[in-house]
């Protein structure tokens, strides 16, 4: 268990990324792209039948933590979560251009438009996509912002989903919300084309997709929820969970459709930290769960099960 202090300084909300194969691979890519970034750790469990063995990978972006995962070709990303990055000079914003649209595809192409002088939204060789803005330097943006796009049956949602988010998180904030003009959208369910907010200290902004679409959100992103206790888990849980079918290791899908994983502080700990033994045991006891049961896990890795 971390002490107080470490439990104080942890990021409570963490942004996870699902890949077939290429977690490693792909974390090594963005950290070596961005300033402040590093490569943190990486464990392979090996999960019992049905599933297969999974490599968890930890790594930083700009000071804002992530955790990947390699455990087959299940989900695939699109565009209802990208990254936002603020960019202080067009050289900034062409060279993560270049070097993120290599092997990929372009989603808005590099140009100038009424929200940026020099804007950009690709996908990378991986599938996940990227939103590059040149920015003022006195908006004091993040540098990393998260974007829900609320597409297809979500599109129309994404003021309720803010406010929501707001109620749900103690810690939140919620700042400009802008909404499409008359004519502005193709699709007539668009009502919001900009929601700043913070959730725990987590900067994120959402829309709603100005075009009609079939793509909506799904499991390749989703979020982490470090909780302090039992009691946090069971409250999160009962906010977020809205699909029992969804419900599995920790994960659920609010209402939305956006996946949450509403998990232990120590977690990663128990993931990384403990012999291999044990990690197989705490592994193969959260296969067992919906919802997480702190006091199993503690048996768990202490080898009481």
């Known amino acids: 268990m971390k002490d107080g202090k470490e439990m104080n300084l942890?990021?409570?909300?963490?942004?996870?990324?699902?890949?077939d194969t290429e977690a490693r691979e792909a974390a090594m890519f963005y950290t070596e792209l961005f300033e402040n970034s590093k490569f943190v750790d990486a464990k392979v469990i090996k999960n019992p039948p049905p599933y297969g063995d999974a490599e968890i990978v930890v790594f930083e972006l700009c000071g804002l933590e992530f955790n990947a995962i390699s455990a087959g070709p299940y989900f695939k990303f699109n565009p209802t979560i990208s990254l936002m990055v603020a960019c202080f000079d067009a050289a900034e914003v062409d060279r993560l251009w270049k070097a993120l649209s290599e092997g990929g595809s372009e989603l808005m192409p590099l140009g100038e438009y009424p929200f940026s002088k020099r804007y950009a939204w690709v996908q990378d060789r991986y599938g996940l996509s990227w939103q590059l803005m040149?920015?003022?330097?006195?908006?004091?943006?993040?540098?990393?912002?998260?974007?829900?796009?609320?597409?297809?049956?979500?599109?129309?949602?994404?003021?309720?989903?803010?406010?929501y988010y707001a109620e749900v998180f103690e810690k939140s904030d919620i700042g400009l919300i802008s909404r499409y003009q008359s004519g502005e959208a193709q699709s007539a369910k668009a009502r919001v084309n900009y929601a700043a907010f913070t959730l725990e200290g987590s900067a994120?902004?959402?829309?709603?997709?100005?075009?009609?679409?079939?793509?909506?959100?799904?499991?390749?992103?989703?979020?982490?929820?470090?909780?302090?206790?039992?009691?946090?888990?069971?409250?999160?849980?009962?906010?977020?969970?809205?699909?029992?079918?969804?419900?599995?290791?920790?994960?659920?899908?609010?209402?939305?459709?956006?996946?949450?994983?509403v998990v232990p502080a120590n977690m990663e700990k128990m993931l990384f930290d403990e012999a291999d033994d044990q990690i197989q045991v705490v592994s193969e006891a959260v296969m067992m769960m919906k919802k997480i049961d702190i006091e199993v896990l503690r048996k768990a890795s202490s080898g009481q099960l």
């Open 10 to 19: 942890m990021q409570k909300i963490i942004p996870h990324l699902w890949f």
């Open 134 to 163: 040149l920015t003022e330097v006195e908006q004091k943006r993040p540098k990393i912002t998260t974007n829900l796009l609320f597409s297809d049956g979500a599109c129309g949602r994404a003021e309720e989903a803010v406010r």
């Open 204 to 261: 994120l902004c959402a829309m709603d997709n100005a075009f009609d679409v079939d793509f909506t959100f799904n499991e390749a992103i989703s979020f982490i929820i470090n909780c302090k206790d039992q009691q946090e888990i069971d409250y999160f849980w009962e906010k977020l969970s809205a699909d029992p079918a969804a419900e599995s290791c920790g994960w659920c899908k609010d209402k939305f459709g956006v996946s949450w994983q």
